[in-house]
């Protein structure tokens, strides 16, 4: 069966204080891993895909890295508008006519104080 | 683009009641899906469709159904409401591009709470 480990499940920053937020994985056959970034009340919005070990992806302050084991989603200098709940989830191979499933993770709290 | 649009936002039952979630997309998307997110149990999947006309159960489907008769619609519904679907409800969209892995786009989510 498909998991998805996020840690910490809460991380409490200064503004400026860099760190990392890690998603590990078990998947028969990665097709892809995915970050999405959750507001209160809100859906979760997609930040990044990545496809096989070694690949990055950035965004402003967000940088996404992938080994086979696990993702990790580093965050430079971060800002109090970078506070969310971040989530992962990989989807394994679809077959056939049926779709790709996603596994989600529980996803980590991220608050960045002014 | 108005992207993944979810009615209503809220809603209140009592047990025993039956309601309809309305998803609809205008991306053009193949495949869409209903999730449900409980506090530490993360994202699961209710029902999904790959096409008009297609419906197949996720993880949790029991008390639920659906129905995809436009491209552009997902409906879930409720037709006894219990307490255990208490949740937020979150829809979603997706395209296979190209052979690519298909991102899934979601709505705003819908609050429900059955007494």
């Known amino acids: 069966e498909d998991q998805v480990t996020q840690s910490p499940e809460a991380l409490r920053l200064q503004e400026g204080e860099s760190s990392s937020l890690n998603c590990s994985y078990t998947?028969?056959?990665?097709?892809?891993l995915f970050w999405y970034r959750q507001d209160p009340g809100k859906g979760p919005e997609f930040l990044f895909t990545l496809y096989s070990a070694g690949e990055e992806k950035e965004k402003e302050r967000l940088k996404a890295t992938l080994t086979k084991k696990e993702s990790f989603l580093h965050i430079t200098a971060p800002k109090p508008e970078d506070s969310a709940t971040y989530l992962c989830a990989v989807q394994a191979p679809a077959g056939g006519t049926s779709y790709g499933k996603l596994t989600f993770g529980q996803g980590t709290i991220l608050t960045v104080h002014p | 683009n108005a992207g993944v649009t979810q009615t209503p936002k809220f809603r209140v039952l009592k047990t025993g009641q039956s309601m309809t979630l309305l998803c609809a997309q205008d991306?053009?998307?193949?495949?869409m899906y209903w999730y449900r997110q409980d506090p530490g149990m993360g994202l699961r999947l209710i029902h999904y469709?790959?096409?008009?006309?297609?419906?197949a159960k996720g993880e949790v489907p029991d008390g639920y159904n659906v129905s995809r008769l436009k491209k552009q619609n997902f409906l879930l519904g409720l037709e006894s409401a219990a307490p255990s679907q208490t949740s937020v409800y979150f829809c979603?969209?997706?395209?296979?591009?190209?052979?690519?892995?298909?991102?899934?786009?979601f709505g705003p989510g819908t609050r429900l709470t059955v007494l």
């Open positions: 998947v028969s056959g990665l097709r892809g």
């Open positions: 991306m053009n998307h193949e495949y």
């Open positions: 469709s790959v096409g008009e006309g297609t419906t």
């Open positions: 979603a969209s997706s395209f296979l591009a190209g052979g690519r892995t298909d991102t899934q786009y």
